[in-house]
């Protein structure tokens, strides 16, 4: 086995290391929060350095490389800022349902305007009164001459908003088939289309300036060319989608907790107390101790996990276990590092409570942290009678 990263790889993460030094200014990211904006023109910036759709094909206007390499640029922007870093993250959502189902003609359409920064990319699938289920939808998709009419409402969607180019809806298209899941279908729908309306979810305890909300869909046509891959494989679809974006907010997760720890280790070993710096007290290296391990525990299975999906193997129970581990991660050392800073951490000009904030989302969506265990267990017991 090579724990090393290629000589591409380590070029890459100290490119976007560079990008994170030169784009991610204090002073504009205290801005953007206070005001709730999003990073455009950060954004943009990301897009034409190619840190947006990195594992997309050439074609597609991406480098053609993997999961990996894209989870490297994850890490990164998450630890130089958890909530900027995000939204960049995040900006192609979704987008690699239509990279693995789509066909060529919504490949060639979209995944150009995402990678460029044109648009940001959304998955519509939880629904108000759903929420980790995916094998519940009310969302219904019915044909009518050439198009399918779509009627619905999807909650909590990333994304969703003035820069959105398109949505991936999930959506029930065999009211009679048993169980129910074997009925629903992924169906591309533009951000612009007639019907399509939304609301934002309003204000969010963490990631503050990301695109976040309820997604109303009125008598919305589409041609029926629009579904994505074959009918009534949506679920399965999903899954797979799963397994790759679970590796993106382990990455996420990684990178808060990284850029927890550097802040409070810059702080420690500047601060002095009872005549001494505070990283010479034991107590505190001890802490240190304890969350470096967790992290590069946490770095280990997430790039193991993206690893395992490059090799073309799908693998639910370690990308479950990648995501749990690396948000949980996240959570206790963003904690750890309020509590070693003590009043400093708890100010906003001293940042760590805001990757504390934006660390715990990581625990929430893509499937909570229970939900991961569900799969864990549900792979190492089997079917039980």
């Known amino acids: 086995m090579d724990f090393e990263l290629s000589r591409e790889q ?63 640029v994850a890490e990164e922007l998450a630890r130089g800022d958890s909530t900027v870093g995000t939204c960049l993250l995040i900006a192609d959502f979704a987008s690699e349902i239509i990279l693995h189902h789509g066909s060529d003609e919504q490949k060639s359409k979209w995944l150009p305007k995402v990678a460029e920064g044109e648009c940001l990319s959304c998955g519509a699938f ?13 969302t219904t998709a019915i044909k009518d001459g050439n198009d399918w009419l779509i009627n619905g ?36 729908v533009e951000a612009d289309n007639p019907g399509v309306s939304t609301q934002d979810v309003g204000k969010k305890m963490g990631i503050t300036i990301s ?35 679970r590796i ?9 907790a990284q850029g927890a720890f550097d802040r409070a280790l810059d702080y420690i070993k500047q601060r002095e107390q009872f005549g001494k710096k505070i990283a010479q007290f034991q107590v505190n290296q001890h802490k240190i101790a304890d969350m470096a391990t967790k992290i590069e525990c946490a770095r280990m299975i997430t790039y193991k996990a993206a690893w395992n999906f490059d090799q073309g193997r799908i693998d639910p129970k370690l990308t479950s276990m990648a995501k749990m581990y690396a948000a949980r ?41 229970e939900i991961q265990k569900n799969t864990i267990a549900g792979a190492i017991l089997g079917k039980m009678k």
């Open 10 to 72: 380590k070029e890459i993460q100290k490119a976007v290391r560079e990008f994170v030094k030169g784009e991610f200014k204090k002073e504009i990211i205290e801005e953007l929060v206070e005001n709730h904006d999003y990073p455009k023109a950060i954004w943009k910036k990301a897009a034409e350095l190619g840190f947006i759709g990195i594992h997309y094909p050439e074609k597609y206007s991406g480098m053609g490389l993997g999961c990996l390499e894209n989870i490297i």
């Open 126 to 138: 939880t629904e108000p009164d759903h929420g980790s289920d995916i094998t519940t939808v009310n």
């Open 153 to 188: 409402t999807k909650m909590f969607i990333t994304n969703s908003g003035p820069l959105a180019g398109f949505y991936c809806v999930l959506c029930l298209t065999d009211p009679d088939a048993a169980p129910s899941y074997r009925g629903l279908s992924l169906i591309l």
């Open 211 to 245: 695109y976040t909300a309820e997604v109303i869909f009125k008598d919305v046509r589409v041609p029926l060319d629009n579904l994505i891959g074959k009918a009534n494989k949506g679920f399965y679809q999903l899954l797979e989608f799963f397994d790759e974006s």
């Open 248 to 256: 993106l907010v382990a990455a996420q997760a990684l990178g808060t």
């Open 329 to 369: 991660t996240a959570v206790e050392v963003a904690d750890e590092a309020i509590q070693l800073m003590g009043g400093y951490g708890y100010m906003q000009e001293y940042e760590v409570e805001r990757f504390y904030r934006d660390a715990k989302i990581t625990e929430i969506y893509e499937g909570t942290k």
